[in-house]
């Protein structure tokens, strides 16, 4: 059964620093994995989403790789903001029924 | 673009009353249609999806049931809430791996 898991759940760092927050799952038979952003109280936002063929993605500031073989993704987030505070979310699909596994996030505060 | 429409934002309801939450899909047809549960400093947990009219999928067994009686609407129900359905709800919908997620609806139950 495939698990998810993100380390570490909170995080808080100053502004203008350069910050990565990890991904692992322990089926590296993926058909894609997605990294997700939520603010307090509201729905998710997806960032980025890397199939199973790409080493990674980039968007921004933002740039999410993957290493299917080690069952590892990072979130690499440069120049961090206060706007960026908020939870990032990370999920993994097994198969073409297009489900997603979870996982329970990592919790991110930039202090200005 | 899609957009996932979802009321009510926020919902108190006691125990043993029934609840409806629902969901509508903008800028697609036939998405797949998920409703997912979200306990506070956890991931999700998804309950129900649809790939169609009529066709829900359970994941988890529970006191809630989904329905879909139109292409873009998605529909999560319960007879008689319990204390334990009190969360965070969250809407999704997509036509591939991309989910587009709704702004979510957080149910009190007391």
């Known amino acids: 059964k495939q698990e998810v898991t993100q380390i570490p759940a909170a995080l808080s760092v100053p502004e203008g620093e350069n910050l990565v927050l990890n991904c692992s799952f322990t089926d590296s038979a993926i058909y894609n994995l997605q990294w997700f952003r939520q603010d307090p109280g509201k729905g998710l936002t997806s960032l980025l989403l890397?199939?199973?063929s790409q080493r990674e993605q980039t968007s921004g500031r933002l740039n999410a790789s993957l290493d299917k073989s080690s069952g590892r993704s990072t979130l690499y987030i440069a120049a961090s903001q206060p706007g960026d505070s908020a939870t990032y979310l990370c999920?993994?699909?097994?198969?073409?029924?297009?489900?997603?596994?979870w996982g329970a996030g990592t919790k991110l505060i930039i202090k200005p | 673009s899609q957009t996932i429409h979802q009321w009510p934002a926020t919902l108190v309801q006691p125990v043993g009353s029934p609840l409806s939450l629902e969901c509508t899909v903008e800028?697609?047809?036939?998405?797949?249609l998920y409703w997912y549960r979200q306990a506070a400093g956890r991931g999700l947990q998804l309950l129900f999806y649809s790939v169609g009219i009529g066709q829900i999928s359970s994941e988890v067994p529970q006191n809630l049931s989904a329905s879909r009686p139109q292409d873009r609407q998605f529909i999560l129900s319960s007879k008689k809430l319990l204390l334990s359905d009190s969360g965070f709800y969250l809407c999704?919908?997509?036509?591939?791996?991309?989910?587009?997620f709704g702004p979510g609806t957080r149910l009190t139950v007391t």
């Open positions: 999920a993994v699909s097994m198969d073409s029924n297009y489900q997603l596994i």
């Open positions: 999704a919908g997509g036509r591939t791996y991309e989910q587009y």
């Open positions: 890397i199939q199973s």
């Open positions: 800028g697609t047809s036939n998405p797949n």
